[in-house]
């Protein structure tokens, strides 16, 4: 899997656990979501935006890049 297409990955699935963290609020109330970690899934998909609109001659895209791809790898392995 190429840059764009993990990053594209990753911000699927952020999305997808931002879907199920909205039916939970909608089916228990939002109170069911204290410390979740949505604010964490929306620094990342923050992060995973600046990195598509990052220029590749940007200092930061390497590491940017890295971090992203252990994030993605989060999503890629088996929950027990």
């Known amino acids: ?3 764009r297409e993990l ?4 911000r699927r699935c952020n999305e997808a656990d931002n879907h199920a963290f909205a039916e939970v609020a909608h089916r228990f109330g939002g109170d069911a979501l204290l410390d979740s970690h949505l ?7 923050q992060l995973a935006r600046e990195w598509q609109a990052m ?3 940007d ?11 252990v994030l993605a790898q989060a999503y ?4 027990a």
């Open 1 to 3: 899997m190429d840059d």
């Open 7 to 10: 990053v594209s990955y990753l």
């Open 39 to 45: 604010p964490t899934l929306d620094l990342i998909d």
């Open 55 to 57: 220029d590749f001659g």
């Open 59 to 69: 200092d930061r895209y390497p590491g940017l890049t890295y971090a992203l791809r």
């Open 76 to 79: 890629q392995q088996p929950h």
